[in-house]
């Protein structure tokens, strides 16, 4: 009884309190006391706004991404065809396109036989093909820069069959025997 006696007495006590003070006093002291809670409460949300402002900042700074080419659309099948015969050799210059052919050969310091030639059209592929098998005597890398220039001077060329050959292992030259094949244009005659 004696504990609730003093939480009785408590009670009035405060309330007498209260009653002394003056209520515009006590209406500024909550709305202070209110302003505390409230600021205590929003702390977390403003640590967590300054981070994100930090991290907007840091990508504002950053260079924009660089926008990925739009490629261009693959060219049809008729600019494809038009484009490969417009690859293709001369069916006249053949004479020429094999001057040139020994002339590499010469350059790279290589030695050609006598070799096969053959020629063949095709009506269905509207070209015609010069097959040309060289027998070449030297060394390894000569006969490959060889080969690769071949190619780079002719484009309408392809090198379709290499076999190398040497008698000893001590040799420094081998033999070799390529395969050309020309891609030509069909004569101004021939149906295209």
Do not use: C, W
């Not at 006590?26 to 006391?33: G, H, S």
């Amino acid at each position: 009884m004696k504990r609730s006696m003093t939480l009785a007495g408590l009670l009035l006590r405060a309330r007498l309190r209260l009653g002394r003070i003056n209520p515009v006093v006590a209406l500024a002291v909550a709305l202070v006391a209110a302003g505390i809670g409230a600021q205590l409460a929003l702390l977390p949300a403003r640590e967590r706004l300054d981070q994100e402002y930090e991290q907007a900042r840091r990508l504002a700074r950053m260079p924009a991404p660089v926008a990925a080419p739009v490629a261009a659309p693959p060219p049809s099948s008729d600019q494809n065809l038009q484009h490969f015969h417009a690859t293709l050799g001369d069916r006249r210059g053949v004479e020429r396109q094999l001057k040139e052919v020994f002339a590499l050969a010469a350059k790279h310091g290589l030695t050609l036989a006598q070799g096969e030639y053959r020629s063949a059209n095709d009506r269905n592929a509207r070209l015609s093909t010069y097959q040309v098998n060289l027998p070449v005597k030297g060394s390894y890398g000569a006969i490959l820069g060889f080969a690769l220039d071949v190619l780079r001077a002719m484009p309408h060329a392809s090198l379709d069959d290499v076999a190398f050959r040497r008698d000893a292992i001590g040799d420094a030259g081998v033999e070799a025997r390529l395969r050309l094949t020309f891609y030509l244009a069909p004569a101004s005659g021939a149906p295209r």
